[in-house]
């Protein structure tokens, strides 16, 4: 059979709020990004594991409040003019991995958290671990970070883990079957990461077999250690 190629329905990621999966695990983080600008200092720490929606709600609140994005682990960048951003909401991402980039090291990172709450500026950090985990050199660095408030999102619960299965079948251009969704959060690990890799996996198996996504594709394809119990989904 000929090689079949999915046409591309990706679209640009979402970030607004409507499209974000609310739930116990991140209403803490819901509720300190809504109580901005009254945060303790104007600074907030934003964390929790990879692919828990740091980055959807970071960019959110950015986009509401019009912050200046500065991604601390990209390389290649000019030097900040620090000048310019006094005043303004800064939003920092991944600030504990600022050491894999060229443009946040600790006396920047220093005089970012000095500037928020002086002439209306504010500033939101995020990271996968909370601020005192942090590396930090420089000692009036440690004890800023230590101080910052930090709203805390946790790893995804089955509300959060359907809605990123969902999306990610949406971006793939993919209509699994109803009830591949029951089976494979009974089976994936609590991780929005493993949640897109299994939808990657599906998307690729499906192209290359010619097969519809379903639970007889997921067993197959996805090491559940599941038996053949399956074999009447076949499609």
Known sequence: MPRQFRLSLTAPPLWDRESFASSPTNLEA???????????????ALVGPAGTGKTHLARDWAARTGAVTIEAASTGNAPLDLASLRG?????????RRSEGDLVDDETLFHLINMAGVDGGCLLLTGRLAPVAWEAAVPDLRSRLNALTVARIDAPDDVVLQ??????????????????????MARLPRSAPA????????????I????????ALALAVLDFGDSEDDEDDEG
Do not use: T
Request: hydrophobic share 45%.
């Open 163 to 184: 809605a990123v299965l969902r999306r990610g079948f949406e971006a793939a251009g993919i209509r699994p079957a109803s009830d591949l969704y029951p089976y494979l």
């Open 195 to 206: 949640a897109l890799a299994a939808v990657a996996a599906l998307d690729e198996a499906s």
């Open 88 to 96: 303004r909401p800064l939003l920092v991402e991944d600030a504990d």
């Open 208 to 215: 290359d077999q010619g097969r519809e996504v379903n639970k």
């Open 30 to 44: 819901l509720d300190s990004l809504d109580a901005w600008p009254a945060w303790p200092d104007g600074r907030l």
